[in-house]
Each structure stands twice: as C-alpha cells, then as structure tokens.
C-alpha cells in the first residue's frame, strides 16, 4: 500500500504540528517546513504528493510558492490562511490551489478534504496508465488540434504543446464535443470532479492558461455560462 507524502508549509510550529499529527494517524508521512524557501528546496529534490500551503510565510509567501509548483506539476495543493477574504480565496484558486481553508480550521475537516485530494490524484493517475491494445483510436482529429490519447500529448499547428493532465483533460472535453456550450458547474464536475470544493473561478483561470499555451485556439466565453470550443475555425 502506497504511503502517501504531504508537505505540510507553515511558520507557525503549533499549527504545523497538529496537522502533521492528524495526518500521521490517517497513516500519511508528513514533511513539516516553515518557509516557502524550504519547501521550494524539497520541491526540487524530493517531491511530496501534496502541499498543505499556509498563505502568510516570512519571505515567499504561499501565493508566490502556489504559482511556481502550479507551473511546473499538477500536484494536489490546499492553502490554508487566517485571511477570510473572498479575493485571497478567489486569488488562491486563480493561481492553481485545488482547495482553500481558512484559520482557525477543524483539523478533522483538512484530513477529510486531504483524502478527496488524493482520492481526485489516485483517479487521474489511472487515467495515464497504459489502455488495452485493443482499444478504441488512440487520437482524435480537430481541424489542426490532434490529441493522442493513451500518450495524452496534444499537438496544435504542428506543433507539440506541453499540457498539465487538468489542461489536457478540459481540452479533451472540448475536442470531444465542439460547439457545445459547457457551463462551469458542468466542467467542474467533469474535469476535477463531484467531490470538488472550489469556486468555479477555477475554471476560468484553466482556460485562461488553456488559451495562453495554445495561442489562437477558439475557446469562446459563452456569456453567463461557461465555455465552447468552435470546432469550425480549429
């Protein structure tokens, strides 16, 4: 049985403590750090499965140090913080944090949302394993955009473009169906899940990074709804 690694970022040792010790119990190896810094030096040394992410640290703060490993990995990421500010909260989901839990917290309730993280990583990890040989086409052509799907490699205008697995997953939905108008709460559910607990803010920041990696791909707002992809000018 897989032992899984929570990097657990936060100055103030008490908090840091108890949820290191919560998460022990549920038989999870913890990692306690006090600084953005230290934690960007595990990062790239030894990786954890996921970051429980305190917002207020002396230097780096968590938004800065959410962003560097959002733009690196998919890994799961919750941020916890004293602020109960509905732009700290939209702020942290913009920047790619899966969950935000303010101070003071049920550290029962941090252990639950933990679990559905992992839960949530564990189903995308299967995702990635190897299909049958037998298996339906392993591609789908759109105009210009061709996905591979057991390689999950994207390829627009010749050329490759590097995609986290949310990315390649809310373009895969597109490309499935283009020209069909998804609402938010229906991308939510289909991309990162029932159980998720975020704002639909979030949908809004993939896209953004969607568009921004793939330049002129028409993914058009549909006004107080959601999203499309126009499948006629790929």
Request: proline residues 4%; aromatic residues 8%; negative net charge.
């Amino acid at each position: 049985m897989h032992t899984y690694r929570i990097a657990v970022v936060d100055d103030d040792q008490h908090i840091r403590q108890l949820v290191e010790t919560y998460l022990q119990k549920e038989n999870m190896a913890t990692i306690g750090l006090g600084s953005a810094e230290e934690a960007w030096e595990l990062w790239r040394t030894h990786p954890p499965d996921m970051w429980v992410l305190d917002v207020m640290l002396p230097g780096m703060d968590g938004f800065e140090f959410c962003k560097k490993i959002r733009s690196d990995a998919e890994v799961p990421i919750i941020m916890i913080s004293a602020r109960d500010d509905e732009v700290d909260k939209i702020l942290g989901i913009e920047l790619g944090s899966d969950d935000y839990l303010v101070k003071p917290f049920s550290p029962r309730e941090l252990v639950a949302r933990v679990k559905r993280q992992l839960q949530r990583m564990k189903k995308l990890q299967s995702k990635d394993e190897p299909l049958p040989i037998d298996a339906a086409d392993d591609y789908i052509d759109l105009g210009e955009l061709r996905l591979l799907l057991h390689e999950r490699r994207a390829i627009w205008r010749k050329n490759e473009v590097d995609l986290t697995s949310k990315e390649f997953d809310l373009l895969k939905l597109f490309v499935e169906r283009p020209n069909r108008a998804f609402a938010r709460d229906e991308i939510l559910q289909l991309v990162w899940g029932e159980d998720y607990f975020g704002s639909d803010r979030a949908v809004d920041h993939l896209v953004k990074r969607l568009r921004k990696k793939m330049g002129d791909l028409p993914v058009e707002a549909v006004w107080g709804h959601g999203y499309r992809l126009n499948g006629g000018e790929c």
